[in-house]
């Protein structure tokens, strides 16, 4: 079993910034790529950015450039940091383990507006 807790979200201004963690426990071993997903009201769980074991990131269109995946081994965490956030960035946000299947948390709220 492999257990993931987000945490880090909040309201923040246009062009703002946030750094989500998403601690992981339980069978790590099992793990081979760690990603963060988000989904606004009324719509589907989308793509935000992903790391493999061997650092290879992989970002939406949406959000390159403006964000940033990274993962601390040490620490069992991986981050997301946001910047120059946009109202449009506003969802639940979702960190995702794979291993045999796929993991997900429980989510954080990140809500972006003045």
């Known amino acids: 079993q492999v257990q993931l807790v987000e945490s880090g979200g909040g309201l923040v201004q246009p062009g703002g910034s946030l750094r989500l963690s998403c601690v992981i426990s339980g069978s790590i071993g099992t793990i081979y790529a760690m990603g963060w997903y988000r989904q606004a009201p009324g719509k589907q769980r989308d793509f935000v950015a992903a790391i493999t074991p061997g650092g290879t990131l992989n970002y939406a269109g949406s959000v390159k450039g403006r964000f940033t995946i990274s993962r601390d081994y040490a620490r069992n965490t991986v981050y997301l940091q946001m910047s120059s956030l946009k109202p449009e960035d506003t969802a639940v946000y979702y960190c995702?383990?794979?291993?045999?299947?796929?993991?997900w948390g429980q989510g954080t709220q990140v809500t972006v507006s003045s």
């Open positions: 995702a383990a794979d291993g045999n299947t796929r993991h």
